[in-house]
């Protein structure tokens, strides 16, 4: 296994990338993150700042707030990533990372990812094209090492939604996940109030999302696990003079 990190660029039919198109110049950079998509407009021009509101607006955009920061504007919006054809969608389909924030600008979506699998980056590609011209900018090789040690807490949960969330921390807070189980889901969604369909649905996506959010991790693990049980026991000076005598 290795590790690449993975620049490029497409064009197809998301709000954010055709709505770049018509403000040319002006790069949008976007977090999507717990459940909410950050939005930062570069610019102080109202003229643009309107058409850019009432564009999030037509499209069915819910804009949680608004600031203005420095040299522009931030809207803090609810992500649609659910009942859209987003990019993060097409990226967590194929196991990559990444590697924020996304930018649109003059009608392009520029992103940048990490990925463990070569033919998966291969695939991620041609379902890019599929939807609309997609270049590559950038790709190489990174050794292992440029990894942290530790689990990043965001990129584990913020695929999760607030009841998929609940959905799993009642599951191991009332012994669901015990050994014997303590208590069965249909137990768990009467006190919660809701059909037990309801709440295993919640909570298999939330079990389904938190394993896909783990595996990059536990691909990285194992690939070393392994190259440890094959790299030969090497014998001191002294074990060497030993076994010769």
Not at 43 to 69: I, M, Q, Y
Not at 99 to 115: E, L, N, Q, T
Not at 192 to 211: I, P, Q, W
Request: glycine share 6%; with cysteine; proline share 5%.
């Amino acid at each position: 296994m290795g590790l690449w990190e993975i620049s490029f660029r497409t064009r197809y039919e998301y709000p954010f990338i055709q709505m770049s198109g018509k403000y040319p110049g002006t790069a949008m950079s976007m977090w999507c993150i717990w459940n909410r998509e950050l939005l930062q407009v570069p610019t102080t021009n109202e003229t643009v700042l309107r058409g850019v509101e009432a564009d999030l607006k037509k499209a069915g955009r819910l804009v949680d707030e608004w600031v203005d920061a420095r040299e522009g504007r931030i809207f803090m919006l609810k992500c649609t990533c659910s009942h859209l054809d987003s990019p993060w969608n097409i990226l967590e389909a194929h196991e990559t990372v990444d590697a924020p924030p996304a930018v649109f600008k003059d009608g392009w979506g520029y992103f940048r990812v990490i990925s463990f699998d070569e033919d998966k980056t291969r695939d991620m590609f041609r379902d890019l094209n599929k939807r609309g011209p997609t270049e590559l900018i950038r790709k190489r090789e990174l050794p292992l090492s440029v990894l942290p040690t530790s689990v990043w807490v965001n990129s584990l949960f913020a695929d999760l939604t607030g009841k998929q969330m609940d959905a799993i921390v009642k599951a191991h807070r009332y012994g669901y996940y015990t050994s014997p189980r303590q208590i069965t889901t249909e137990s768990i969604a009467r006190g919660l109030g809701v059909s037990r369909s309801t709440y295993e649905e919640h909570l298999r996506k939330a079990e389904n999302r938190l394993v896909s959010s783990l595996m990059p991790y536990m691909q990285l693990f194992a690939a070393g696990e392994k190259r440890d049980e094959l790299m030969p026991l090497k014998r001191t000076p002294m074990e060497s003079e030993t076994a010769e005598t």
